[in-house]
């Protein structure tokens, strides 16, 4: 069974970091395509940044420069840091993975974590 435990959210005023964490377990590779999205009320869920060994990373013009996404394979798991942090960063954000071996297209992502809120204020 996979499962996907994040880790890392919380509450930072505008211009703060944050650091979120994923946990996978259940998997037989850590090379698949795995990403980080976000959902505010009332809005669709968006593309933060995903990464694959074999297709490198890729971020949305709205995080670029401010967000990375990392892996560690020993650990089984998979961050995000934040970095100038602004209001509009506000959401719930998950971590997904997928079961191809790069992100380009996009795969599916089949399996998501439970979301862990995100609260930047002004």
């Known amino acids: 069974q996979v499962q996907l435990v994040e880790s890392g959210g919380g509450s930072v005023q505008s211009g703060g970091s944050l650091r979120l964490s994923c946990e996978v377990a259940?998997?037989?590779?850590?090379?698949?395509?795995v990403g980080w999205f976000r959902q505010s009320p009332g809005k669709e869920r968006e593309e933060v940044a995903v990464?694959?060994?074999?297709?490198?990373?890729a971020y949305a013009d709205f995080v670029k420069g401010r967000f990375a996404i990392s892996q560690d394979k020993e650990k089984h798991t998979f961050d995000l840091q934040m970095n100038s942090l602004k209001p509009e960063d506000t959401a719930m954000y998950y971590c997904?993975?997928?079961?191809?071996?790069?992100?380009?297209?996009?795969?599916?992502?089949?399996?998501w974590g439970q979301g862990t809120q995100v609260t930047v204020s002004s």
């Open positions: 997904a993975t997928s079961l191809s071996w790069v992100c380009n297209p996009r795969p599916k992502f089949p399996y």
């Open positions: 259940g998997l037989s590779s850590n090379d698949y395509c």
């Open positions: 990464m694959a060994r074999y297709s490198g990373t």
